[in-house]
T-cell receptor, first 112, second 117 residues
Framework: GNSVTQMEGPVTLSEEAFLTINCTYTATGYPSLFWYVQYPGEGLQLLLKATKADDKGSNKGFEATYRKETTSFHLEKGSVQVSDSAVYFCALRGNQGGKLIFGQGTELSVKP | GAVVSQHPSWVICKSGTSVKIECRSLDFQATTMFWYRQFPKQSLMLMATSNEGSKATYEQGVEKDKFLINHASLTLSTLTVTSAHPEDSSFYIC?????????????FGPGTRLTVL
């Protein structure tokens, strides 16, 4: 079945550091891929998405590229801020629609 | 943006009692709502999908008599954990899809922490 694997957290970075959170997936066909972010005390919010191979999703300085050859969708940001501290979830939805499959989440803590 | 609230945000109950969790879409109508469960350091697992005015569709392995879902209006869905036991302790999250929006559009609530003693 479909599954998503993320790097374990917590990840602790200094402000302005480069961020990578790894995400790999297993799925048949061509799923849509997502990154969600959950700030403390709030619900998950869609951060970015990509619906086909080689697409790049981007938002708020974050980027992720849909790599079918490596079945990956790694999240990157060139310079993190303290306000980026949150839990990040990678997710997929199968190419025939259906439910979202989430990774286990990666907690990011950015120190000033 | 679209807001989904959950109530209560946390609840502690005794084993054998029932607990009701509410999920409300505050500024939009939601024809479909989803209930997830999250264990510590683990991913969100979809429990069930509810459509307004019809019975919920439960995922494999989820006991529908244990986790009662009611979606009586376009802005409210409730999850009732019946005869709760310590193993039901978890973080429960709902999400809502606005009426006439694509399948990718879901807005999530902040979650409810349930602790069963």
């Amino acid at each position: 079945g479909n599954s998503v694997t993320q790097m374990e957290g917590p990840v602790t970075l200094s402000e302005e550091a480069f961020l990578t959170i790894n995400c790999t997936y297993t799925a048949t066909g061509y799923p849509s891929l997502f990154w969600y972010v959950q700030y403390p005390g709030e619900g998950l919010q869609l951060l970015l998405k990509a619906t086909k191979a080689d697409d790049k999703g981007s938002n708020k300085g974050f980027e992720a590229t849909y790599r079918k050859e490596t079945t990956s969708f790694h999240l990157e940001k060139g310079s993190v801020q303290v306000s980026d501290s949150a839990v990040y979830f990678c997710a997929l939805r199968g190419n025939q629609g259906g439910k979202l499959i989430f990774g286990q989440g990666t907690e990011l803590s950015v120190k000033p | 943006g679209a807001v989904v609230s959950q109530h209560p945000s946390w609840v502690i109950c005794k084993s054998g009692t029932s607990v009701k969790i509410e999920c409300r879409s505050l500024d939009f109508q939601a024809t479909t709502m989803f209930w997830y469960r999250q264990f510590p350091k683990q991913s969100l697992m979809l429990m069930a999908t509810s459509n307004e005015g019809s019975k919920a569709t439960y995922e494999q392995g989820v006991e529908k008599d244990k986790f009662l879902i009611n979606h009586a209006s376009l802005t409210l869905s409730t999850l009732t954990v019946t005869s709760a036991h310590p193993e039901d302790s978890s973080f429960y999250i709902c999400s809502a899809r606005p009426h006439h929006r694509a399948a990718d559009t879901q807005y999530f609530g902040p979650g409810t922490r349930l602790t069963v003693l």
